[in-house]
């Protein structure tokens, strides 16, 4: 398995302002993923990070909205700009890790308010 | 794109079996998981299937049939820790992650 940290656990922001997620992984891996799980409903994937190069956002995220970073094989940063209440969210670091079982695991999560 | 579905809530008693299913329509599949969420927590990896049958971990066991777009979480004798949100997800061949809704377990006393 792999420990996999987030910073800040959580965060309450003013509309307007932009917050920058770290993800740091004990281990090296393959994949690293952003996903977003909004009060009551289940994750959705943001995009994937990828190393030295820009992510891959999916349908509905850009990254004037979510800019990504990852340079190096075990860190990753995600930043939600220009927040508003509606970014309100769980943010979730997702890592596949390299061998070992062909799990993904993830991060314990930042928990963001935006007022 | 997919299509997860999974019953949105269960109840059941302590020390019952209970099986919740999980039917998906993917354009790609490279496996499907299923997850642990308790409230206010992260996900928690219970299993992964990428080959039909089942897999049995403890208390916990899952099932894949490919052909059918079908799977179940068979979780065994429930203690009161077992209350939680359980989530389907099926990995694509480029290693995303769609998730169904999730199923909320409740499991009474």
């Known amino acids: 398995s792999a420990v996999i940290s987030q910073k800040p656990s959580r965060d309450i922001c003013q509309r307007g302002t932009s917050l920058t997620i770290q993800c740091q992984v004990d281990?090296?891996?393959?994949?690293m993923f952003w996903y977003r799980q909004q009060p009551g409903q289940s994750l959705t994937l943001i995009a994937t990070?990828?190393?030295?190069?820009?992510?891959?956002?999916e349908s509905g995220f850009v990254i004037d909205k979510f800019p990504i970073s990852r340079p190096n094989l075990t860190f990753s940063t995600l930043t939600v700009s220009n927040m508003s209440p509606e970014d309100s969210s769980i943010y979730l670091c997702?890592?596949?890790?390299?061998?070992?079982?062909?799990?993904?695991?993830f991060g314990p999560g930042t928990r963001l308010t935006v007022l | 794109g997919q299509n997860i579905d999974q019953p949105t809530e269960m109840t059941a008693t302590e020390g019952a079996i209970v099986q919740i299913n999980c039917t998906y329509q993917?354009?790609?599949?490279?496996?499907l998981f299923w997850y642990q969420q308790h409230a206010g927590e992260a996900p928690t990896f219970l299993s992964y299937?990428?080959?039909?049958g089942l897999e049995e971990k403890g208390r916990f066991s899952s099932f894949l049939s490919r052909s059918k777009g079908y799977s179940y979480l068979l979780l065994k004798e429930l203690q009161m820790k077992d209350s939680a949100s359980y989530l389907c997800?099926?990995?694509?061949?480029?290693?995303?992650?769609?998730f169904g809704a999730g199923t909320t377990v409740t499991v009474r006393a």
């Open positions: 281990s090296q891996v393959t994949m």
């Open positions: 993917t354009s790609g599949f490279n496996g």
């Open positions: 299937n990428v080959l039909d």
């Open positions: 997800a099926v990995r694509e061949n480029d290693y995303k992650l769609s």
């Open positions: 990070a990828n190393q030295g190069s820009e992510a891959t956002y």
């Open positions: 997702s890592v596949k890790i390299a061998g070992g079982a062909d799990t993904q695991y």
